[in-house]
């Protein structure tokens, strides 16, 4: 994204070529597709003040979000997921500039990289919604469904409830939580009574900035009852030396 930003400040006659150039290094798929987004903005005439505006949009959301995007095998719902990352950060008031510039870096994937067809603006598409917090009820109710699943084991319904939990009390993103490793979790193993989750970037998952990096208290957001949930899975977890959080039953594999 610097690079990008560097050569936009340039001479505009320098702008196309210095991309072309830029495009033809050995780049990863995200930042390749971020390139090709630059260039056919600048080949269709705009200018460098709106490529500006455009990379400083979504540019780094784009990247950190993409990281090990295998964009070989996306799907929509991967498309669509990638995208409402990138909403969610935003100005609710001001989102129709996002999707804006969303708009545009898709139908650049499309037309050299055949990304999906999707419907990015959200009409009638229940996948592109407004953040927002669920009401209270709705919470305990999501909870309560998952303890009632006859097909689920109770290795699973531990999981989710937990997830679920972290979720609702501590605002972290889905990507922040499934990326948890069991080191992540820290606690005082003289009272078992204090425990804290350090949010971090490791081999699975990258934060979006280094701003991302943060310790949260569970003690202070969750209830007494969540707290001790949290403690079994996590002490689980701990006696079964894994390294990852949530993982699928018996198996190493992030979930």
């Known amino acids: ?93 001001k989102l129709g500039f996002t999707k804006t510039v969303i708009c545009s870096l898709h139908h650049s994937l499309k037309k050299h990289y055949q990304a999906p067809d999707i419907d990015i603006r959200g009409g009638g598409d229940a996948q592109i919604v407004s953040s927002y917090l669920i009401p209270n009820q709705v919470y305990h109710a999501i909870l309560s469904c998952i303890a009632e699943q006859k097909t689920l084991s109770e290795y699973y319904k531990q999981a989710l409830s937990t997830v679920i939990i972290l979720l609702y009390r501590t605002g972290m993103r889905i990507s922040e939580i499934l990326g948890l490793q069991v080191r992540d979790i820290e606690y005082d193993n003289q009272g078992f009574t204090e425990y804290n989750v350090i949010v971090r970037a490791n081999a699975h998952r990258d934060l979006k900035s280094d701003d991302g990096t943060r310790r949260i208290c569970l003690n202070a957001l969750l209830l007494a009852k969540e707290i001790e949930m949290l403690k079994r899975f996590f002490h689980l977890k701990e006696r079964q030396s894994s390294r990852y959080l949530f993982t699928l039953a018996y198996q190493s594999s992030v979930m």
């Open 1 to 93: 994204v610097k690079e990008i930003r560097t050569i936009l400040n340039n001479d505009k006659k320098q702008v196309r070529p210095k991309l072309e150039s830029l495009l033809n290094q050995n780049l990863y798929p995200n930042q390749q597709r971020l390139v090709r987004w630059m260039l056919d903005l600048c080949i269709s005439g705009n200018k460098s003040s709106t490529l500006k505006r455009y990379l400083s949009e979504i540019g780094n959301s784009l990247i950190a979000g993409t990281r090990t995007a295998d964009f070989s095998r996306s799907s929509k719902h991967d498309y669509h997921y990638i995208y409402n990352e990138i909403i969610a950060e935003k100005n609710p008031n």
